[in-house]
C-alpha cells in the first residue's frame, strides 16, 4: 500500500477528483493549506500599502491505494491538475505499513 498526497489549485479540485473516480480510485480525505514553493507568493496592494503574501492557498488531497493503483493515481492527478504554470503543485508517494478499519478491524487492503 502507498500514500499518495497531493498539494493542488483550489479551482482544480472537481477536475482531480473525476479524474480519480474514472481511473476506479474512492476515497480520499481534502484539507485546506498554505504554502510556498518557487513562485515564493506574490505581492498585493491594500490601502495603498504593498505586502507580500508568502503563503499561497492550496489544497491537499491524500489517499491510501493499493501498490497497482499508484501508478494510475498519480497520472490521474498529474493530468487533471496541470495548469502549465508555476505552483500546479506536487504528488508526495509514501510506503504505508498497515492500515485498519475502525469499524470493523479489519487490516491491511481490506481495510482501503
Known amino acids: 500500500m502507498q500514500k499518495v498526497e497531493a498539494v493542488i489549485r483550489h479551482f482544480k479540485l472537481e477536475d482531480v477528483k473525476e479524474a480519480l473516480t474514472a481511473a476506479g480510485i474512492i476515497g480520499m ?9 518557487r513562485q ?3 505581492k498585493e496592494q491594500y490601502r495603498g500599502a504593498e505586502y507580500t503574501v508568502d503563503f499561497l492557498p492550496k489544497l491537499k488531497i491524500e489517499m491510501v491505494v493499493n501498490d497497482d493503483d499508484v501508478t494510475k493515481a498519480v497520472q490521474a492527478i498529474t493530468e487533471s491538475a496541470r495548469t ?3 505552483g500546479d503543485g506536487k504528488i ?3 510506503p504505508v505499513a498497515d492500515v485498519i ?3 470493523t478491524g479489519e487490516s491491511g487492503g481490506e481495510a482501503i
Open 92 to 94: 508526495f508517494v509514501t
Open 84 to 86: 502549465g504554470r508555476v
Open 29 to 37: 480525505t481534502v484539507s485546506e493549506v498554505r504554502g510556498f514553493g
Open 40 to 42: 515564493r507568493g506574490h
Open 101 to 103: 478499519r475502525i469499524r
